[in-house]
């Protein structure tokens, strides 16, 4: 079947503009998570949602950034005003509800801030 | 807080010989999960071995084991008969069981299996 799949592949904006990801989980999967990975680095959380729950936003590095999942599947990560430092990697997983441990990954957005 | 590290930025290997990468963690937790996932050029990230810690005996996937020594909180992955599809960089990662859900990553090796 389908894997998760994400969009833009590459994405390049202007420092102080809003950019939106998206994230396509996998079908039946109920747990959504946000990563990112900048250059030369491990992947760090950002945020995680699981069904109807309130989303787990600890990972979150500012204000700036914000995520919705709209219908319990398809995800948006929004980030405004981005700066220099935005520039990585945005990785998405879905897994089944309790199966954190069996996540499978997107291809990613590269995200470059000019 | 968790951590993971990993301290070989870069390895390589001949084609056909066996490489081990190292990991090493530091958590009070007792009962988690490892995990090594290998992301080549496509960005893919690919899980290629789970470990739960409660479990004494090492994980093996095909080519793939790994050598979980719980007291040292040491998890290392051995590849066999690399191959030139093995290129890519390898994360080890680390989760509680239950609870959060995040994963901590290392920052990564660079592997490169020449021909």
């Known amino acids: 079947g389908a894997g998760v799949s994400q969009s833009p592949s590459n994405k390049v904006t202007e420092k102080g503009k809003d950019v939106e990801l998206r994230c396509d989980p996998i079908?039946?999967?109920?747990?959504l998570y946000w990563y990112r990975q900048s250059l030369g680095q491990g992947l760090e959380f950002l945020i995680y949602?699981?069904?109807?729950?309130?989303?787990?936003k600890s990972g979150l590095p500012s204000d700036r950034f914000s995520a919705e999942r709209t219908g319990g599947s398809v995800s948006t990560l929004t980030i405004q005003r981005t700066q220099q430092e935005d520039s990585a990697v945005y990785l998405c997983?879905?897994?089944?509800?309790?199966?954190?441990?069996?996540?499978?990954f997107g291809p990613g957005t590269r995200l470059t801030v000019t | 807080a968790q951590t993971v590290t990993q301290s070989q930025p870069e390895m390589s290997v001949q084609e056909a010989e066996t490489v081990t990468l190292s990991c090493t963690y530091d958590?009070?937790?007792?009962?988690?999960?490892l995990f090594w996932y290998k992301q080549p050029p496509s960005r893919q990230m690919i899980l290629v071995i789970r470990q739960e810690a409660y479990k004494q005996q090492n994980a093996t996937e095909n080519r793939f084991s790994v050598n979980f020594q719980k007291a040292a909180k040491s998890f290392s992955l051995k590849i066999s008969d690399s191959q030139l599809g093995d290129t890519a960089m390898y994360f080890c990662a680390f989760m509680k069981h239950g609870g959060s859900n995040d994963m901590r990553f290392g920052a990564g090796t660079r592997l490169t299996v020449k021909p």
């Open positions: 949602f699981q069904g109807n729950s309130a989303p787990d």
């Open positions: 997983a879905s897994s089944f509800r309790g199966r954190a441990y069996e996540q499978y």
């Open positions: 079908s039946g999967h109920t747990a």
């Open positions: 958590t009070s937790e007792n009962n988690y999960y």
